[in-house]
């Protein structure tokens, strides 16, 4: 009974108002995100001193993406510290087990402790030869065995200067989400010439992006599309969190360089949990 008031006056609201205040509803209902991507760094000693050091926040949600090796330590860390961490792989492959020399499984990341795994980061895309299709056969095996994706798209400076970047993500977006309606991923949008460079983008130009990529969102999966977390990568700091955080459609931050130090993501940690987003 209490749902059906609580739609009845959500559905009101939106009817009356133009939906401005159901909007905020459903954005308040996004969980936000600060997620360490260590990439190729970082030995056991740093991991466990990293995450003695790191504070976790109720408001948000805190997400380590350590290199393989180190996952199941970092697993064991953050159990003994009674953090609440995630733990998150940089890669996975699609198929449940084999001659696939190198690769790591979904079941091997779940059976190390990880929750998350990183899929399409433009690094891989560039080094590894991962492309759309790739993409989405790991992405559907990771739903559909409760591994959340945190799925990364993002155009190159080539492209942005050829004014190609809402081409480029709608292909992405559709590529990695083929045929999939259900299941909870997470996206970062994360510009390839924003990655390391030190040359973020504006949080006016990420918002505008992130609402672009809401929009295919909802083309694809329909209004699921508003409880979607968007993240947005690119020498993302200490510094120029707030004016992330300030914005509608960006939902967390994926974070590279200034995630290797426990003071620098702990002062963006502290910049996502100072109260509500998009307050
Ligand atoms: P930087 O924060 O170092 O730019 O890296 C971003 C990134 O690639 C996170 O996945």
């Known amino acids: 009974m209490e749902q ?12 009356t108002i133009g939906h401005t205040l159901g909007q905020l509803q459903l954005q308040s209902e996004r969980r936000i995100y600060v997620i360490a991507n260590w990439k190729m760094n970082k030995t056991l000693a740093e991991t466990a001193e990293f995450l003695q050091k790191i ?12 290199p393989t090796q180190l996952l199941y330590p970092a697993h064991l860390f953050i159990k003994q510290s009674g953090k609440p961490v995630g733990l998150g792989a940089q890669n996975v492959h699609w198929a449940d087990k084999g001659a696939y020399t190198g690769e790591t499984s979904i079941s091997m990341l779940q059976d190390v402790g990880c929750e998350y795994v990183i899929i399409g980061h433009s690094e891989r895309r560039q080094y590894s030869g991962e492309n759309d299709q790739l993409v ?6 990771s739903l559909k065995a409760g591994l959340t994706p945190i799925i990364c798209i993002g155009e190159t400076l080539e492209q942005k200067n050829a004014q190609k970047t809402e081409q480029v993500l709608t292909k992405q977006l559709f590529g990695a989400l083929k045929d999939i309606d259900s299941g909870d991923f997470i996206l970062a949008y994360e ?5 390391g460079t030190g040359q973020s983008a504006t949080a ?3 918002q505008e992006t992130h609402s672009y990529i809401r929009s295919v969102l909802k083309q694809i999966v329909g209004q699921k599309a508003e409880s979607i977390s968007i993240l947005y990568g690119g020498s993302a700091n200490e510094s120029n969190a707030a004016e992330y955080r300030a914005m509608p459609d960006i939902d967390g931050v994926l ?3 200034a995630s290797l130090q426990a003071h620098s993501f702990d002062g963006i940690i502290n910049v996502f949990a100072k109260g509500e987003q998009n307050s």
């Open 136 to 141: 989405n056969m790991k992405v559907a095996q």
């Open 55 to 66: 504070n976790s926040s109720n408001n948000v949600s805190v997400v380590v993406c350590p």
């Open 204 to 206: 006016e130009l990420a």
């Open 255 to 257: 974070v590279g360089g």
């Open 191 to 195: 510009p390839v010439w924003a990655i």
């Open 4 to 15: 059906s008031i609580e739609s009845y006056i959500k559905n009101l609201v939106r009817e």
